[in-house]
């Protein structure tokens, strides 16, 4: 199994920034693509974000421009540089990451447990 653990959410006024951490654990023996998907309320998930072991990104067309996926292959980390933040990038922030463990033959999708982002106006 793989953890992804996300970090950084909170509560922000419009305009401001933030920053998003979400780093991956397990008997990882490779991570393809990582990503964020965000959730409002009464809304179906969404992509935001990801990026390729390779560096690659693709961006919502809400975000381009304001939004930075990164990762940091070495740690199994991804990131989301997050700024001038808008009242309706409110909701629940998921890091998504696609891994190969050493049990398996194949890659499966794995979530992390969610990161609250409030954006106040």
């Known amino acids: 199994q793989v953890q992804l653990v996300e970090s950084g959410g909170g509560l922000v006024q419009a305009g401001g920034s933030l920053r998003l951490s979400c780093a991956a654990s397990?008997?990882?023996?490779?991570?393809?693509?990582m990503g964020w998907y965000r959730q409002a309320p009464g809304k179906q998930r969404e992509l935001v974000a990801v990026?390729?072991?390779?560096?690659?990104?693709n961006y919502a067309d809400s975000v381009k421009g304001r939004f930075t996926i990164s990762r940091d292959n070495a740690k199994n980390t991804v990131f989301l540089q997050m700024n001038s933040l808008k009242p309706e990038d409110t909701g629940v922030y998921y890091c998504?990451?696609?891994?190969?463990?050493?049990?398996?033959?194949?890659?499966?999708?794995?979530w992390g447990q969610g990161t609250q982002v409030t954006v106040s106006s």
């Open positions: 397990g008997r990882i023996l490779r991570i393809n693509d």
């Open positions: 998504n990451a696609e891994a190969t463990i050493v049990t398996m033959k194949v890659p499966l999708q794995y």
């Open positions: 990026i390729t072991s390779g560096g690659s990104t």
